[in-house]
């Protein structure tokens, strides 16, 4: 046997009933690609305008491994993606739920075919923000990585751009909320929301120059100018956390935006209201951060 014919005897795992680990069966796999619904994909199968790993394949049962096989329809290839990881530049006002009847959703903002179910699962937010925050969203079908970036236990920072209501004046009152910050500090309960101790976080001061570079515009930089501007990395994901520290320090927070999860920024390129698909490279750090 030729080397030739290893490779092809490698790459014919599809297996008609039974069932292999990673694998799954190929109308439903057709199904979450777009091909239609699962009785509309078996219609497809019928029709002989399917092949798997270069062999027609009308076998709705069939089994496949997105890894390893490839699916023709209509003679052109098909990209079997198990998971979907995006970026999102969330503007204010839109909420991260599926659907709202008032508010835009940061679902609204995808191409539709985007909001899919893919092989991995279906598309969600990894680490919601209020209506009112900006910036980085993780819309991703990955549930792993989605538990792993908001599991407390993780310790997976979140850095965030802040604008305070008040400027501290001296430099011994910027010290002061670096120390504070870093020490962290207990927070009180407000309304139905329950007091916690904020664990310690980093707080950095930003001048005008630094602070321009995350405003979406010119005129959201010019309405924010005369604000003390500084960024905050927080390890955990209390409810309301950046705006409840804040208020604790005794300042109020008039303009947040998450600017990033891990040690992944959110692209300076990407405009409000705009999306990407992550590189690899950036999916392997969310999964080592």
Same mark, same amino acid.
């Given at each position: $046997? ?21 694998? =799954?069966?190929? #109308? @439903? =796999? ?25 062999n027609p394949c009308a076998n709705a049962d069939t089994h496949v491994n ?7 329809? #209509? ?14 530049? @969330? ?8 659907? #709202?009847? *008032? ?27 209020? &209506? ?16 792993? +970036? ?28 670096? %120390?504070?910050?870093?020490?962290? $500090? #207990? +927070? ?5 929301? @329950? ?6 976080? +980093? =707080? ?6 630094? %602070? ?17 501007a500084c960024t905050l990395t927080v390890f955990e994901g209390k409810y309301?956390? *950046? @705006?409840? $520290? ?6 109020? *927070? ?8 891990? %040690?992944?920024?959110?692209?300076? &390129? ?20």
């Open positions: $046997m030729n080397a030739d014919n290893d490779v092809n005897k490698d790459k014919s795992p599809a297996v008609s009933g039974g069932f292999k680990a990673d694998t =799954l069966r190929l #109308d @439903k =796999l057709l199904a979450r690609q777009g091909f239609g619904t699962r009785s509309g994909v078996k219609k497809l199968l019928r029709s002989g305008r399917v092949s798997v790993n270069g997105p890894s390893v096989d490839t699916v023709c329809v #209509d003679g052109e290839e098909i990209e079997l993606k198990t998971n979907l990881y995006l970026m999102i530049n @969330k503007p204010q006002n839109t909420v991260c739920s599926a659907k #709202d009847p *008032v508010h835009t959703t940061v679902f609204d903002l995808l191409d539709k075919d985007l909001c899919r179910q893919f092989l991995g699962g279906d598309l969600h937010v990894a680490g919601r923000l209020d &209506a009112d925050t900006e910036g980085f969203v993780l819309c991703t079908t990955d549930g792993e990585l989605t538990h792993r +970036i908001i599991s407390p236990k993780k310790h997976i920072a979140k850095t965030y751009f802040v604008c305070l209501k008040d400027v501290p004046e001296q430099p011994r009152d910027k010290a002061f909320y670096v %120390s504070l910050f870093k020490e962290g $500090m #207990d +927070i009180p309960s407000e309304g139905t929301e @329950k007091a916690f101790r904020a664990e310690s976080a +980093i =707080l950095e001061w930003l001048d005008e120059k630094q %602070s321009v570079r995350f405003f979406d515009d010119e005129k959201q930089a010019a309405e924010y100018k005369n604000r003390a309301h956390q *950046v @705006k409840r $520290m804040f208020r604790t320090a005794g300042n109020e *927070v008039v303009f947040l935006k998450r600017i990033g999860i891990g %040690s992944l920024m959110l692209d300076p &390129a990407l405009k409000s209201g705009g999306f990407r698909e992550l590189t690899t490279e950036e999916v392997e750090l969310l999964e080592q951060a």
